[in-house]
């Protein structure tokens, strides 16, 4: 596994649109595996591949919750979603900046697993909303898009 280095802000490839993975390939599975070292060397919660400067339709999430763990997900598609929460966000490509975010209170995603396998995830609260900010990347969305207000932090009592 390697460590990658994470696109920022301004780099184009983060507002493109990536394609889909036609089969997972043991590059596919190098890549997940990268970008899960990654996320965590970089203490981050999700990783989509464009932030890697891979324009494939990979994400990585680990919402850091008792159920989950890590989830790779190829593919990843919302077939469902609902109701609303608003919460502060950050983003591991826009360093320093954090923001309110209106998500869906409940996401049903649709994926692959590393394997192949068809997979369904009903994710409620956090996780709904990793998944959506990872999933927008993918579409060449960023937070900053949808952020309501900004959010500063007074580092030194924090």
Not at 56 to 74: A, F, S
Not at 97 to 116: A, C, I, M, Q, S
Not at 120 to 132: E, K, N, Q, R, T
Request: proline share 5%; net charge negative; hydrophobic share 40%.
């Amino acid at each position: 596994m390697a460590i990658r280095n994470i696109r920022i802000e301004g780099d184009p490839i983060l507002r493109k649109i990536s394609k889909k993975v036609p089969q997972i390939t043991d590059r596919i599975k190098v890549l997940l595996d990268d970008m899960a070292e990654t996320m965590y060397v970089a203490d981050g919660v999700g990783l989509a591949a464009p932030q890697v400067g891979i324009l494939k339709r990979v994400i990585v999430v680990d919402p850091r919750d008792e159920e989950t763990g890590l989830v790779k997900l190829v593919n990843p598609e919302i077939i469902e979603a609902d109701g609303e929460q608003i919460g502060v966000e950050g983003c591991l490509s826009i360093p320093e900046f954090n923001g309110t975010v209106k998500r869906p209170e409940h996401v049903k995603v649709k994926y692959l697993d590393e394997d192949g396998n068809e997979k369904i995830w009903d994710a409620h609260g956090f996780p709904a909303v990793v998944l959506s900010h990872e999933i927008d990347h993918l579409d060449g969305i960023l937070f900053r898009d949808k952020y309501i207000d900004e959010v500063k932090y007074d580092v030194e009592n924090a």
